[in-house]
């Protein structure tokens, strides 16, 4: 009698715990699909940024080539239907020299001594 109730209890923990997302482990299956996704949002990010497909290749090496080619292709497909413009990324300020204007005194401002 003691070994079916443990069977029973066991059984029903297992068939509650089967279902439940709570655990967090994904199956290989939904691991593919949430990476098919990211690539073709990262396709379709670099498209509307006005990338180059290769540029979009070489920036992000992780993500799968026809999963980032199709999300590109996409957005390609719905910016000209819909004639969406592009909207290029600015390029970062680059710290240039002679634009940086003075730099500070190594000394911490203050005036030298003359005695």
Known sequence: MRHTALTACLLGTASLLAGCDALGVESASQVAAKK???GKAI???CRHAVR???DCFGGYPRAGK???FAGWKE???YM???AIVGMPAEPAPAED???AGPKAPADGGKP???S
């Open 52 to 54: 180059s497909i290769e």
């Open 112 to 114: 030298a001594r003359t």
């Open 36 to 38: 098919e996704a990211e």
């Open 97 to 99: 020299a002679s634009t």
């Open 75 to 77: 957005m390609d497909e």
């Open 43 to 45: 396709g379709s990010a």
């Open 66 to 68: 026809a999963a980032v």
């Open 80 to 82: 000209r239907e819909n």
